[in-house]
């Protein structure tokens, strides 16, 4: 048998833009209680809510994330600045300890660019 991620949260607002960490954390607030002790989580999202915020809440609650990032978004990595769309140069490797936007949360980021696509997946 084979074993897949299920979504088990979401929220649907309109709006016109992105709908703010506020209405994530509410979200992911809500499912503390659902997780058993001790079980594996796996955030994912796309580029819209690719925040440090976000990645700080995974990391506090010790949840592992894999969540695509904006090319133009602005890195901090051994005293130096680039944006995630740069960082395609620096693989296979990536970028280990990486600051996000100057904001103290650091994270690794890799990424993948599959044959065919036009953009990489940060």
């Known amino acids: 048998?084979?074993?897949?991620p299920l979504p088990v949260a979401w929220r649907v607002r309109k709006t016109k833009g992105n709908i703010g960490f506020a209405v994530q954390k509410e979200v992911l607030d809500s499912m503390q209680d659902w997780v058993p002790e001790g079980a594996d989580v796996l955030l994912t999202a796309d580029r819209f809510y690719g925040t440090e915020?976000?990645?700080?809440y995974c990391q506090k609650a010790g949840w592992g994330y894999r969540?695509?990032?904006k090319?133009?978004?602005t890195l901090q990595h051994q005293g130096?600045?680039?944006?995630c769309g740069e960082i395609?140069?620096?693989m296979p490797q990536?970028?280990?300890n990486a600051e996000l936007y100057g904001s103290g949360v650091?994270?690794?980021i890799g990424v993948l660019h599959d044959e065919g696509h036009p953009e990489p997946w940060i």
């Open 53 to 56: 915020k976000l990645i700080h």
């Open 88 to 90: 395609k140069d620096l």
């Open 80 to 83: 130096g600045e680039l944006s």
């Open 94 to 96: 990536g970028l280990i």
């Open 1 to 4: 048998m084979q074993q897949r």
């Open 106 to 108: 650091f994270t690794n």
């Open 71 to 73: 090319g133009n978004l």
């Open 67 to 69: 969540i695509r990032l």
